[in-house]
């Protein structure tokens, strides 16, 4: 049987990197915070360990502790021994079921940054805050600026073709769009636009076959419309396990600055709301949550921002999220510790 330093042991989780604080009475596993959260166990009634390993001992039973290779004593029984083994299994299975729910994020990371500076005071402040957090998630990023109309396709095709060219497995690829704009459009440095979906068409799944099923982020800075947010006074009171044909617009995850038809806002000496938020929530939250819940509290963030105006005005904003993806996507370098 397990003793309270067995179960009460630093391990991390094999899922998320965390570390194991929790007992799942219905899996008889150690598991994390985000296992308890939104994982696999998040209906399943739970203890701690410290109290899981007080019950272990004052009942005699069996604990098996996660995370470690079981040895059994020779003298347990062979009705134990069944058991036992069983339980393992069940471990076993419900980690292979954690690898099929989570993006495998221990290949190469790249990043392509289209950024329009002409113009558009504050947009080197936000390549800078991006390049850091790419650096910190272990992307290499290529950055071109002050991409013309046509540049930003002829840009987009160069980077596809980079990563076509790649040997090695390419485990996720940031793409980030950074200039004026209308409903669906880019305006180049040289005043010519582009669309918003010829360039997400060209690395989706079917036009790009080294991404296929692997999480594809476009993050895009520019105006929507050129409505604006007063704000309101309120008063508060899976997939088939059968299917082997990948859809063409999967794995796919959209960042809008602003919600569609509204303008994006951006400091002449800060940077862009977004950028600057995102920035400074995935730094500090990337090792523990999950890009959406990431997101989440981005939008938390910036919608509660008064954003001041020439005319004296305050106005907010609201970005926009949109994805396809099918499997949770954690940030967080391979090997890096929690």
């Known amino acids: 049987m397990g003793g309270s330093e067995e179960m009460g042991a630093a391990q991390l989780c094999s899922s998320h990197g965390l570390p194991l604080k929790y007992f ?3 899996d008889q596993l150690g598991v994390c915070a985000e296992c308890i959260a939104g994982g696999l166990h998040r209906e399943h009634p739970y203890l701690n360990m410290e109290e899981a390993s007080k019950q272990c001992k004052q009942q005699e039973q069996a604990c098996i502790p996660l995370q470690r290779s079981l040895s059994l004593p020779p003298s347990l029984n062979t009705g134990h021994l069944t058991s036992l083994e069983q339980a393992v299994q069940r471990k076993d299975n419900i980690r292979e079921k954690h690898k099929t729910e989570v993006y495998d994020m221990s290949g190469e990371r790249l990043a392509l940054t289209l950024c329009v500076t002409s113009g558009r005071a504050g947009a080197e402040a936000d390549i800078f805050a991006l ?21 930003f396709k002829r840009e987009l095709l160069a980077f596809r073709e980079w990563v076509e060219s790649h040997v090695s497995f ?3 690829c940031f793409v980030v769009l950074m200039a004026h704009g209308r409903p669906g459009i880019l305006i180049g440095s040289d005043g010519a636009t582009v669309n918003l979906e010829q360039l997400f068409q060209a690395m989706n799944n079917q036009n790009c076959t080294a991404l296929q099923g692997t999480p594809k982020i476009f993050l895009i800075q520019a105006c929507r419309g050129e409505q604006q947010d007063p704000g309101i006074v309120y008063t508060t009171d899976a997939l088939s396990h059968l299917s082997k044909v990948l859809p063409t617009h999967t ?20 940077g862009s709301i977004l950028i600057q938020k995102l920035v400074m929530v995935f730094l500090k939250g990337f090792c523990e949550f999950h890009i959406l819940e ?18 004296q005005q305050q106005y907010k904003s609201t970005p926009l999220v949109q994805y396809t993806l099918r499997k949770l996507l954690y940030l967080k370098p391979s090997g890096m510790a929690a």
Do not use: A, H, M
């Open 170 to 172: 390419i485990s996720c």
């Open 24 to 26: 799942c009475k219905t």
């Open 294 to 311: 990431l997101l989440t509290k981005v939008i938390q963030e910036v919608s509660g921002i008064n954003i001041p105006t020439r005319n």
């Open 131 to 151: 390049n850091q957090l790419f650096f910190r998630l272990g992307f290499l990023n290529r950055i071109i600026r002050d991409p013309t109309g046509e540049g």
């Open 251 to 270: 794995d796919s995850l959209f960042i809008y600055p602003s919600q569609e038809g509204y303008v994006s806002y951006r400091s002449e000496t800060d």
